[in-house]
């Protein structure tokens, strides 16, 4: 590629530092412009990594005048949107699909049919391309759903999270009033993994197969008993789980928040032929779940670049696009070296 894909963040909180990440191991990449809602702090931190980017090119996302100058001033080629699930991407993805083509790892499962309709949508009305719920579930996970039950397709399929920190889950506890801040980690339960493992293809509910912890820091004045009903019944995300809160200082979340891993597995069991059973199992394993998101996002940043050169709009997944697409080297490449 002659000229590196130009890039712009949308959001400089744990996965935007992971997608800027990423861009320093991707030669074919470049940082151009970062939109965020506190330009003073991101230029502060932007400097102390000595990051290689005109502070000017650091905008406020509150405000779409900021916007419309960044995209005039530097022409990202891709907007990675890394802010939340739970309330800026539902608002932001389709208002920033009307500027850039974008990547977004939106991660409500339950909500991506309409949020992927209603980025169609405003992507095709301004003629770009959205790469939607990108990530590693959904995202590698979901395209590894879909080969394993092409392969088995009679198997049953389970999905198992963790133990790591879920970033979208941490966001949205962050959200509930009187949190101050607060991190999230998702526990597989091992009795329910070793099940699959053996082949019984047991019918397991959401309870059953994992189980949340939740560490929070409160507002002064917050009531601890409300911040725990407010977060152990929140729909889609920990109503359906045993889910403990503990109330921790700002220091001790401070220090979880020093290490954030994240991964899981996805199988599906099943039989072939004349009853042969048959268990394919994907794992993931990261030592870091904000660099892992950021390294997936960079990679369709890559994919959504291509494709749009093809000609493409609209909204897709990462299951719509071709693998060639992620990797650096052109597909005759890929081929001769990966095959």
């Not at 005039?72 to 949107?81: C, G, K, T």
């Not at 590894?144 to 889950?169: C, D, N």
Request: aromatic share 8%; glycine share 8%; proline share 7%.
């Amino acid at each position: 590629m002659e000229q590196p894909i130009r890039i712009a963040i949308v959001g400089w909180g744990n996965v935007g530092r992971g997608v800027y990440e990423a861009i320093q191991k991707n030669p074919d990449t470049r940082l151009v412009g970062i939109l965020t809602r506190d330009p003073a702090r991101t230029i502060t931190d932007v400097r102390a990594r000595r990051c290689n980017i005109n502070p000017s090119s650091i905008r406020d996302a509150a405000s779409w005048r900021e916007v419309e100058i960044l995209k005039m001033a530097v022409s990202p080629d891709v907007a990675i949107l890394c802010t939340g699930s739970a309330t800026d991407l539902p608002e932001q993805g389709p208002k920033f699909a009307q500027c850039f083509n974008t990547i977004d790892s939106f991660d409500t499962h339950a909500d991506i049919p309409n949020y992927l309709a209603q980025m169609d949508s405003a992507a095709k009305s301004y003629n770009h391309l959205a790469v939607c719920c990108a990530g590693w579930d959904p995202g590698t996970f979901s395209i590894e759903r879909i080969m394993a039950l092409s392969f088995i397709p009679e198997g049953k399929p389970y999905t198992f999270w963790g133990p790591g920190v879920s970033q979208g889950h941490s966001d949205a506890i962050r959200r509930v009033p009187g949190v101050k801040d607060g991190i999230q980690y998702t526990l597989p339960i091992n009795a329910a993994l070793e099940q699959v493992r053996a082949g019984t293809n047991p019918d397991l509910t959401t309870r059953q197969k994992h189980s949340r912890d939740c560490y929070v820091t409160l507002e002064p004045g917050a009531d601890p008993e409300k911040v725990r009903t407010a977060i152990v019944t929140m729909p889609k995300y920990f109503e359906d789980y045993d889910t403990r809160v503990t109330i921790e200082t700002p220091e001790q979340i401070t220090e979880r928040k020093r290490a954030m891993p994240h991964g899981g597995f996805v199988m599906v069991s099943g039989e072939t032929g004349k009853g042969n059973k048959a268990l394919i199992e994907y794992k993931n394993q990261w030592a870091s779940n904000p660099e892992a998101t950021g390294s997936i996002l960079v990679a369709c940043a890559r994919a959504n670049y291509r494709m749009r050169q093809d000609g493409r709009t609209g909204a897709i997944t990462m299951a719509d696009i071709p693998p060639v697409m992620y990797h650096p080297l052109e597909r005759a490449e890929v081929i001769k070296n990966l095959m």
